[in-house]
């Protein structure tokens, strides 16, 4: 019912900066909260960046001043604009949304999530 198609993953050099775009699609009645979550190899998926629906912003520290989530409720799209890269920003990074769908038994939340975009920074 819900699709969220990412992209603008890619190469970047250590100090580079990439942009990536989520895009949701579906039967929506009303997008909640969006964010952006990354996995590194061996590692557990982690909060990256997330964005109300009014705009409010929370940042994981390890991000915070370099990275800006931002949304385009019009386009039903958040995007996340990654400066200053560092090798440890290497990742899968997943695209996820708090979702309010039209079924045709009426309104129901959904969580969805993309299908992630690997994020490579080189030193």
């Known amino acids: 019912q819900v699709q969220l ?3 603008g993953g890619g190469v970047v050099q250590a100090g580079g900066s990439l942009r990536l775009s989520c895009a949701a699609s579906g039967s929506i009645f009303r997008i909640n ?9 061996g590692k557990q998926r982690e909060t990256v960046a997330t964005i109300t629906s009014g705009g409010s912003t929370n940042y994981a520290d390890s991000v915070k001043g ?5 949304r385009d409720n019009a386009k039903n ?3 996340l604009q990654m400066n200053s890269l560092k090798p440890e920003d290497t990742a899968v990074y997943y695209c996820n949304a708090g979702v309010v769908v039209d079924t ?3 309104y129901r939340s959904r969580e969805a999530w993309g299908q992630g975009t690997l994020v490579t920074v080189s030193s």
Do not use: H, L
């Open 5 to 7: 198609v990412e992209s």
């Open 33 to 41: 909260a969006m964010g952006w979550y990354r996995q590194a190899p």
């Open 66 to 70: 370099r990275f800006t989530i931002s």
């Open 77 to 79: 799209t958040v995007y």
């Open 104 to 106: 045709s038994v009426g």
